[in-house]
């Protein structure tokens, strides 16, 4: 709805006709902030003047949050989180304080060329099983047979569940922190009495 809402008013009488338009002013409020842009680095500050604007003779008290786009691991501070503008714009301290970017160090990795020594072990527990296999099915021919490709199947089964193993040891380092990059960060002013009346003002944030 327009700010002021302009409206008329007629009148009739016969065939006489008069009309006469009024204005009708809502209260209402506004957002914005400054600087425009911030450009830090990781792990550092970055300070905002947040303002509430009254718009005819708005005085109402006005709820203040970050609503989207703060960089990870990052936290949104106002120095005071509703205010009540009186007579004039009424003005709190935003801070956004980012986290250094931290790389989490893999688990340890066999280095290259070497053979993990799990992988040594369970080679001589299947040799050793096999030597005593063909040892008893010298004298068990019969059952021999039946041995041998049970031993085959575990064998095959007990290599993949250790490769598996392995790969899922090296997994590639993630990271914690404010990731760098330009963050275009949505600040909320909600109105206290009216949850449904929200303005918004917008801010940049450029991590290194």
Known sequence: MANPFVFAVTGTSGSQAAAVNLNLLFADYSLSASPALN?????SAATYTISVNPING??????????????????CTFSHSSVTPSGGAATVSLTLQTTKNAGVPPPPAVPPGMVPP???????VVLAGLMLLRHSGNRFPS?????????????????IVC???????????TATGSTTGNYIITINGTLGSNSTVVRTATIDLSVT
């Open 39 to 43: 450009t830090i680095v990781a792990g």
């Open 58 to 75: 708005f005085n109402s008290q006005v709820q203040l949050a970050c609503a989207s786009g703060i960089p990870p691991g990052s936290s």
């Open 118 to 124: 799990l992988m040594v072990l369970l080679l001589i």
């Open 143 to 159: 059952l021999a047979g039946r041995r041998w490709v049970l031993v085959q199947v575990c064998t095959l089964c007990l290599l």
């Open 163 to 173: 490769e598996t193993f392995l790969v899922s040891c090296r997994s590639t380092p």
